[in-house]
Structures are given as C-alpha cells and as structure tokens.
C-alpha cells in the first residue's frame, strides 16, 4: 500500500504552484504533477527531496528528473488523451506516471536492466498501466511503431532518424540534444513523410543516453 498523507499532498501543491510560477501553464501537467507521488521514487531518509524541484540520484548513474523538466517535457509534448507515446529512458519511472495520467498509451523502453526491473515493478504497485521494455531505446522501439508522440529523457548527441521514421504522420517527438554536460530540447513535428519541422527551445541537462545512437556502443 502506497502511503501519500496530507503532508506529501500539501508539498506537492507546494510544487506545483512553483512549477506555474516558472511559467508552466498546461493546467493537465500540473494536475498529473499533483496527482502522482513522486516521494514512492524516494528512500524514506530523502523524502525531504523528493518534492524539491531538483534532479536526485536513482542508482546505476541514473537519476529521477527535475520536476520542472518533466514538466516541461510533458507540455511540449502536449499529450491528447489516448495517445501512443514512447519514452525512452523508463528511469525511476516519474515521467512514465505522468504521461499516464495524461491519458497516454504508454510505451516505456529502458537500457539498464536493474532499473527496468525496478520501475515496473513500482509502477504495478502503484496501480499504473504501461508496456515495459527492455533494450536500445536510442533506436527506437520499432515493434510498437508508429507513435503519436516520442519523449527522450536523456541527452543525445544528435537526433536518432530511426525516431522520426516511427512517429506516426503527424507525430512530434521531444528530444534533449546536445554535449554530456548539458543540451537542447527540440521538438521535431512530422507532418508528412517529407515536412519535418524543427524547433529549438531552452538549454537543460540530462544524464547521457546510452545505446547504439548514444554516446555508449552496446
């Protein structure tokens, strides 16, 4: 059973009032943002974190994002209920709750064993519903293909083309691309097998992400 006192409710509010204060404005992202106890992704000793706006270490060099990149994201991604959407870097799990409770169908493709394992099994505990997949999210996940939207939540070091040949038409994928250190989010719209549009948006940091199309050779 999954504890989310009063106290855990009131600083998520506390959050969310932050996070439109940096000027997120979608109200359904910061309703999911209220609506999902990030503090479960925490060990009791750090639950003081767990509603900072701040990156926290996960394990395996990984960490669970910024509440306000997630939420960031999310906008850009600007989720219509029923929604095929792939993330790549399943992670603690947080965005993947979000994404859910945005009303997407989600996909959710992981590098790291250990950490694919670990959020699965969360996430059944916490009742929420997505295809966990282990493997290369850095190409894709072609299987499930297309996708109405791609959410990459680590840093890349150019745009994948095997991601936009599996966004549906008309598709968006939101990618942060960029050095080791910090990067840009992009979001690439499909609108025809010929018209891609690119836009460039603000300057974030993501841990690296791993595969064939990454900075890590399998």
């Known amino acids: 059973m999954i504890e989310d006192s009063y106290r855990h409710r009131g600083m998520r509010r506390a959050l969310v009032r932050t996070l439109a204060e940096k000027g997120i404005r979608n109200q359904q992202v910061l309703h999911a943002i209220q609506n999902v106890p990030r503090h479960v992704f925490f060990d009791q000793a750090f639950l003081e974190h767990a509603y900072q706006d701040k990156a926290f270490p996960i394990g ?101 083309e095997e991601l936009i040949q599996q966004l549906a038409i008309p598709g968006k994928l939101v990618i942060p691309v960029g050095g080791t250190d910090r990067q840009k989010m992009l979001t690439i719209e499909r609108l025809s097998e010929s018209n891609i549009t690119k836009k460039e948006h603000n300057y974030f940091s993501f841990v690296p992400l791993l595969g064939e199309q990454g900075w890590k050779k399998k």
């Open 60 to 160: 395996e060099g990984q960490t669970i994002s910024q509440p306000y990149t997630v939420a960031v994201q999310s906008e850009l991604l600007d989720i219509k209920p029923g929604d095929r959407v792939l993330e790549i870097g399943t992670g603690s799990g947080y965005q993947c709750c979000i994404l859910l409770e945005l009303g997407a169908k989600v996909y959710t493709i992981e590098y790291v064993k250990s950490l694919h394992q670990q959020a699965k099994k969360m996430l059944n505990s916490m009742g929420y519903q997505a295809n966990f997949i282990h493997g290369d999210g850095s190409r894709g996940f072609n299987a499930y293909a297309p996708y109405d939207k791609i959410i990459v939540t680590a840093g890349a070091p150019s745009v994948p």
